[in-house]
Structures are given as structure tokens and as C-alpha cells.
């Protein structure tokens, strides 16, 4: 397991040494007074402890991504590592810091209002439209996933335990944020830390062999390669591991929380590198407790592909009846408190959009009730159709953001390539994918990658020959 523990010690290296060097690059200004000062309301505009603003950042943001991407993604074999530590450091980590630390330079703002700062009126209505759609999409996969997992380990009907997830999120939804999520999430977060260690250590200290990362295995060792490539499928299917737009709807709520900017760096940059472990652990998981890549590809398959079985018997099997449900607590936590976030995130991008104040318990209940409509709606269609397009939809997300983060920079003066390389290779990744996908055009391999390169290298260079004044006109 020599590859699996130096990825680890890599993440934990990019936060020091990377991380410094992002901040240095956004110029982090303690003086400067943030909006959970300035704005202060009691309700959305709450100051909070560094602590509790980041585990509430890390369970926002680590839900069934990096435990069920990172199982789906481990069928491509040790690859799967190198995607989630570079992806991690390089695109994921400087996404959540900069949408994060833009919010608070924008008094909160959400992500949509952002970006149309820095690409224009056309871009933001877009994106208040295509944010809303994502956030209800990775509403109803956290309702769906965890709901399909207690189910599993309880033999509760799945829709009743839909019902009360839902109840549970519409409250999360309207009430201030420091009266339910702020209280709850260090339960869950503990949970959540004790499933994690507890695989680590059965991995460490229990005989499990990690298929390493050589000359052989440096490949797509998926059993069926033809049909599922490496690129593109590999970077959708992980994604909250490595890099996820969903993480810059959530950042916003938690830049209005945050006291000093010297905190975004431990809040944005340092919980994205702990969901990088995260994804690491099961990853690795996934691929030695069935014997390997190949081994794990067969019981999937026979086992219709359900990830959240693969856990049940994971967690039961390695750490016991204690710690199996423990650890089924945590890997049930992290969904639904990335759920809860979704929706009330949802909320405000569309009050933020309305200009609706949301200090009334009415005017939250008047933004969140057709959001619930429709997401009940939702949960009749095939979970599996709707994650196939929440992956893609949440990497473009990804790759629109860290265009307008490399807008700012650029238009700070500041040399922006740390933000251009990972938007022009998200670029050319959600551009191949929606060509060559059964979701998308369905056109074929060659002509599918071409264009994504090229779509790629023509932003590239239209944004290094742009300047800085012209630019917002993206």
C-alpha cells in the first residue's frame, strides 16, 4: 500500500505548501471586516467559531461524492489515486478556496451572482437557472442515497424513510443556521471521522493488499475498457474527491459565517483536502476488500452496481457490529448533511437572484416550498439516470467557476495560470463527456476528444490574449 500511503501524505503536503501559495496568490486580508459582521442577521449572516464553520463546510461537502464516486471510480484501478490527489490539490482545493473566498470579497453573494460579476449578465442568468437545477438534483440524490442505505440496515420501507428525510430538510432549509445545523453537525462529523480512521486502520492493520501504482497497472483496468474510458468517464465519475461545483454552492453559506479572512484557507482549501482522504480511503477500500480491481469490478456487476451495499458489507465486515454502525451512521451523515445544505443553498441563490429578504420565517417558507415540490417530484425518476446527469452537471459547474476565478485574478494583475490549467482541462473533460455520452450526443470517441481539446485550447488562448479590462465580456 505504498502508493495509497504516499497519495495520502501528498494531500497533506499540497494544504501546507499549495495552500500558502493560493492564499498568497488571492491576497487573504485579516483586517478586512466580513460579512457575517457587516451583515450580521441572525439568520443566514451568523459569525461562527473557525471550528464549527469547518466541519459544517466539510459535512456540506462531503457527501455520497467521495465515498460512492470514489467506489465507482476504483473499478478503473490505481489510476484512480492520481486523479483524486493531483485533482484535489490542483483543481478541487483552488475551486472551493476561491468561490469561497469570493463570496466573502462579495458580501456573501451567491455563486451565480459571482460569476456574472466576472462573465457577464448572459452567464449569470444561466447560472441562477443552472444552479437552482443542480442544487434540487443533489437534493434529491441525498434524499434517495441515504434513504436506500438506512433502508439496507434497518428494513424500514425506503419511502417512509424518504418522508422523514425530507421533514428534516425543509427544517434545515428555513431555520437559522446556527439552530439546527450548527448543533447537529458535530455529531455527525464525529461519526463521519470515526467510519474514516476505522478503515484506515483495518487497512494499515488487518492484511489488505492496495494494488499499487506501476508500469502495469498504469491503465484502464476497467472489465469492460471499450465502454468506459478513462477520459472522460473517470473525471465525472469522481468528482466531489477531486473537484466539484456542488462545493461552490456551499461555500457561500459558510462565507457568510466566517470572522477573518486568514480562516479561508483552513475552511475551503483544508476541508477539500480532507474529502480527498476521504475519497482515498474508500477508493483504496473498494479495491482490497474484494481481492481487486478486477474482483471488485464482478461483485459489482452481479450486485447491479449498488454502491450503498458495498458499503454495508464494507463497514460491517472490517469493523465490526460496533464499529459497522458506526460507520454506517458517518457514511449516512455525510449525504444528508450535504442534502440539507443543498436545498437551503437553493434558497438563497433564488432570493439572492429575487432580492427577496429572507428574514421572515414566511418569505423562506414562500422560496422553499415549490423547491420541495419539485424535488418530491424528483425522486419517482430512475436514481441511477439522475446521477448520471447530476456528475456532468456538477463538473460544468466546476469549470464555469474556476473560469471566473481566473477572471478576478487575472483582473487583479496577478499571474492566473494556477486557476487557467485546471478550468481548461474541466473544460475539455464536461466537453468530451456530454459528445460521447449515451446521456448526450452519443457521437463518437475521436471526434468527441478533438473537440474537447480544441474548445479547451481556443478559451485558453482567448483569455491569455484578452486583457484585463475586456475580459468580463467572457
Known amino acids: 500500500m505504498i502508493s495509497f500511503l504516499i497519495s495520502i501524505l501528498i494531500l497533506v503536503a499540497g494544504y501546507f505548501i499549495y495552500g500558502n501559495y493560493v492564499e498568497r496568490k488571492f491576497g487573504a486580508d485579516s483586517s478586512r471586516e466580513t460579512p457575517a459582521i457587516s451583515k450580521e442577521d441572525g439568520v443566514d449572516f451568523v459569525p461562527l467559531q473557525l471550528g464549527k464553520i469547518f466541519l459544517i463546510q466539510f459535512l456540506n461537502i462531503a457527501g455520497l461524492g467521495p465515498i460512492f464516486g470514489a467506489i465507482a471510480g476504483a473499478l478503473w484501478g490505481p489510476v484512480a489515486f492520481l486523479w483524486i490527489v493531483f485533482g484535489c490539490i490542483f483543481a478541487g482545493s483552488v475551486h472551493d478556496y476561491l468561490s469561497g473566498m ?54 424500514t420501507d425506503t419511502s417512509i424513510l424518504i418522508v422523514i428525510i425530507f421533514i428534516y430538510y425543509l427544517l434545515a432549509t428555513i431555520l437559522p443556521i446556527d439552530k439546527l445545523i450548527g448543533k447537529i453537525y458535530p455529531l455527525f462529523g464525529l461519526s463521519l471521522l470515526i467510519m474514516a480512521v476505522g ?56 462565507a457568510r459565517c466566517i470572522t477573518n479572512e486568514a480562516h479561508g484557507k483552513k475552511v475551503f482549501f483544508g476541508a477539500m483536502i480532507t474529502e480527498g482522504i476521504v475519497a482515498l480511503i474508500w477508493a483504496a477500500v473498494a479495491m482490497a476488500f474484494f481481492g481487486g480491481v478486477k474482483e471488485l469490478g464482478t461483485t459489482m456487476a452481479e450486485e447491479g452496481h449498488n454502491a450503498a451495499w458495498v458499503v454495508n458489507i464494507i463497514c460491517n465486515t472490517m469493523l465490526g457490529k460496533v464499529g459497522g454502525i458506526l460507520a454506517i451512521f458517518g457514511v449516512v451523515a455525510a449525504p444528508i448533511t ?21 428574514k421572515k420565517l414566511s418569505q423562506r417558507l414562500m422560496v422553499s416550498i415549490p423547491i420541495f415540490a419539485i424535488a418530491i417530484a424528483l425522486t419517482e425518476i430512475d436514481f441511477a ?71 479547451a485550447v481556443l478559451l485558453s488562448v482567448w483569455f491569455i490574449v484578452s486583457n484585463k479590462n475586456s475580459i468580463s465580456k467572457f
Open 102 to 155: 469570493l463570496s466573502v470579497r462579495h458580501g456573501g453573494d451567491s455563486i451565480p451572482e459571482i460569476v456574472g460579476v466576472y462573465l457577464g449578465k448572459t452567464v449569470k442568468q444561466f447560472m441562477r437557472v443552472f444552479a437552482v437545477l443542480l442544487l434540487i438534483l443533489v437534493g434529491v440524490v441525498f434524499v434517495v442515497g441515504p434513504a436506500t442505505i438506512l433502508q439496507e440496515l434497518t428494513g
Open 199 to 254: 478503515l484506515f486502520g483495518a487497512l494499515l492493520f488487518e492484511g489488505y493488499t492496495i494494488p499499487e501504482i506501476t508500469v502495469d497497472t498504469f491503465r484502464n483496468m476497467h472489465n469492460n475498457p471499450v465502454d468506459y474510458p478513462l477520459f472522460p468517464l473517470l473525471f465525472i465519475t469522481i468528482a466531489c474527491g477531486a473537484i466539484s461545483g456542488f462545493h461552490a454552492t456551499q461555500s457561500p453559506m459558510m
Open 338 to 358: 450535504s442534502g440539507d445544505t443543498a436545498f437551503r443553498s437553493a434558497r438563497l441563490t433564488i432570493a439572492d437572484s429575487l432580492k427577496l429578504d429572507q
Open 385 to 455: 439516470i439522475i446521477w448520471r446527469y447530476f456528475g456532468w452537471s456538477n463538473q460544468v459547474l466546476a469549470t464555469v467557476v474556476l473560469w471566473a476565478a481566473a477572471v478576478y485574478i487575472k483582473k487583479e494583475g496577478k499571474t492566473a495560470w494556477f486557476v487557467l490549467a485546471p478550468a481548461a482541462f474541466m473544460t475539455a473533460v464536461v466537453v468530451t463527456y456530454i459528445l460521447v455520452a449515451p446521456e448526450g450526443f452519443k457521437l463518437g470517441y475521436t471526434l468527441s476528444y478533438c473537440t474537447g481539446i480544441v474548445v
